[in-house]
Nanobody, 113 residues
Framework: VQLVESGGGLVQPGVSLTIYCAASGFAFSRYTMSWYRQAPGKERELVARIGAGGVTNYADSVKGRFTISRDNAKNTMYLQMNSLKSEDTAVYYC????????WGQGTQVTVSL
């Protein structure tokens, strides 16, 4: 089982960025997939979730700015982040949950001038 996040980086406030989670080794299409983030000194928090059927949920802090999606043919999940703010700075983690509970290693997103 492997979850590999990519696409993070340093961006300025107000811009957009898409991060990716490539999955392998499990039945991706059957799993609920989520993005979590953890900022320095803070607890890990749920950002967005997409169920096996495509239903999505978002944290209030990102609603209207972030969009979670998945491509089951490519075993990949995406998080499109628009209008980024400095408070979005964090390590973003990919999570897969159903029979198993799997985590990626994280990708750093830094929003700063």
């Amino acid at each position: 089982v492997q979850l590999v996040e990519s696409g993070g980086g340093l961006v300025q406030p107000g811009v957009s960025l898409t991060i990716y989670c490539a999955a392998s080794g499990f039945a991706f299409s059957r799993y609920t997939m989520s993005w979590y983030r953890q900022a320095p000194g803070k607890e890990r928090e749920l950002v967005a979730r997409i169920g096996a059927g495509g239903v999505t949920n978002y944290a209030d802090s990102v609603k209207g700015r972030f969009t979670i999606s998945r491509d089951n043919a490519k075993n990949t999940m995406y998080l499109q982040m628009n209008s980024l703010k400095s408070e979005d700075t964090a390590v973003y983690y990919c999570n897969a949950r159903w029979i198993g509970d799997y985590w990626g290693q994280g990708t750093q997103v830094t929003v700063s001038l």
